[in-house]
């Protein structure tokens, strides 16, 4: 079982995200008097998702696939992908 922290540092997501997440339902978890446990195999669980479907955590930055846009280096401001 983990709590909220070694969850939150994990999924590399906020503390704060690992409570709403669990709120909202989309991470399973237990209350065991008032602390927050979450199983590992949740965990599991969820780095399956999240190599699948990034950005699906809370908190996760999705990517598109391409690369930062670098300036041309002509002085004008344009731009190149």
């Keep these: 079982m983990l709590d909220a922290d070694e ?8 503390k704060w995200s690992v409570y709403e997440a669990c709120k909202n339902g989309e991470i399973r978890a237990l209350r065991i008097n008032r602390a927050l446990r979450i199983p590992r195999a949740e965990l599991v669980r969820l780095l399956g998702e999240s190599i699948r479907d990034e950005g699906a955590l809370p908190g996760a930055h999705a990517t598109n696939g391409t690369s930062p846009a670098t ?11």
């Design 7 to 14: 969850t939150a540092r994990a999924l590399r997501i906020r």
């Design 71 to 81: 300036t041309t280096g002509k002085g004008d401001g344009s731009v190149s992908p």
